[in-house]
């Protein structure tokens, strides 16, 4: 077979612009590895840049997605001197970011899939050996599970040991039921942390408790000063580490909630605000107070994802897959559809066949 099945977007004004093509299997360059594709993951980054609603400049008719999880087929010919670890039929994570194995990512979205490079929503991609991180044989994680710590595990990982580690018996505090708050939930649970969880539904933190039982959930349209009731969970210290996902709507009451010295990492920009209201919060002032620290974060470097893999596998992690699609156009646009809508809790993804 010489064909496959790919995706793009040669426009962006809805899901609906997705097309499907028939385009040729890529041959590895030398240093590259031919990937068999068996599962993608899905992030709101992904809906954002199919509507053309992401704030950076996107690859022409991309091929979308940059989560993906699949097996080796083929090498290039310098693959095993430089990377002699790698082999045909292992299974592999490729890298959020082409070309960042350390430090700050080089440009803020050039090298990345799905955004300035082409992306992981076809049957069978290349990539430089140096992009992507092998599994460890054993494994106990599906494919979709393994696809999902591509952004979001990593993301998370950041933001718990990207700067100031996470330290048993601290608290951790996700903002909502999505995937990186999910991912963090359980690499927070795993690290021995108290977790407390936010939602405005009460039926995803009913399933949040069933699935995987944080410590505390606390529902802010029930309980809209919901930093006071997570600094009272932590008996009046407040929390060591929130996982920031609303952004202007949300962190005044985050740096409300953060114990002194603490760190919010702020991943996401989702939640509504009120401008007129957000204009009289003075956000440095509030964090000077706390000294706290603010931490943007852009996912992360290709050393982080292998730390994650390694610590997941060991550690018999599983993650929670909301729903998985078929890679069929209509069933990856209804894949985009259920990610929009929000009423997931965990990820959707998309399984290659």
């Known amino acids: 077979m010489s064909q496959q099945t790919v995706f793009r977007f040669p426009t962006r004004t809805s899901f609906s612009d997705l097309t499907t093509n028939k385009e040729k299997i890529p041959t590895p360059a030398s240093h590259e590895v031919l990937i068999k594709v068996r ?138 039921t999505g995937g990186t708050s999910m991912t963090a939930l359980v690499l927070a649970k795993a690290a021995g942390a108290t977790t407390i969880v936010t939602s405005s539904s009460e039926t995803k933190l009913a399933a949040v408790r069933e699935k995987v039982a944080p410590d505390h959930c606390i529902n802010y349209r029930t309980t809209p000063d919901w930093a006071s009731e997570a600094v009272r969970l932590t008996g009046g210290k407040g929390v060591d580490h929130i996982i920031e996902i609303g952004g202007l709507g949300t962190i005044e009451q985050s740096i409300a909630a953060v114990a002194r010295g603490g760190v919010i990492s702020i991943i996401g920009y989702l939640a509504e605000y009120d401008a007129a209201k957000v204009a009289d919060v003075n956000i440095p002032l509030l964090a000077l107070g706390k000294e706290a620290v603010l931490r943007g974060i852009q996912i992360g470097p290709r050393w982080m994802l292998e730390e994650l893999v390694t610590f997941v596998v060991r550690r018999g992690l599983r993650f929670q897959v909301d729903r998985e699609f078929a890679f069929e156009r209509e069933s990856i646009v209804d894949a985009y559809n259920a990610l929009a809508e929000g009423k997931h809790v965990g990820k959707i993804c998309v399984v290659v066949e």
Not at 115 to 136: E, F, H, L, N, T
């Open 39 to 176: 599962a993608v993951s899905l992030n709101s980054r992904d809906c954002q840049i199919a509507t053309s609603a992401y704030p950076f400049p996107i690859k022409d008719n991309v091929i979308p997605g940059s989560d993906a999880a699949g097996d080796i087929v083929a090498l290039g010919d310098a693959v095993r001197e430089f990377f002699p670890d790698l082999a045909e039929g292992d299974r592999v994570l490729t890298c959020f970011d082409q070309n960042r194995d350390y430090g700050p990512a080089k440009d803020v979205v050039a090298f990345q899939n799905g955004g300035g490079r082409d992306g992981v929503m076809a049957q069978y991609i290349v990539r430089a050996a140096s992009a992507v991180v092998k599994v460890p044989r054993g494994a106990v994680q599906s494919y979709s599970e393994l696809a999902s710590l591509v952004c979001t595990g990593v993301t998370a990982w950041n933001a718990l040991y990207g700067n100031v580690k996470l330290v048993p018996g601290q608290a951790v505090l996700v903002q909502g």
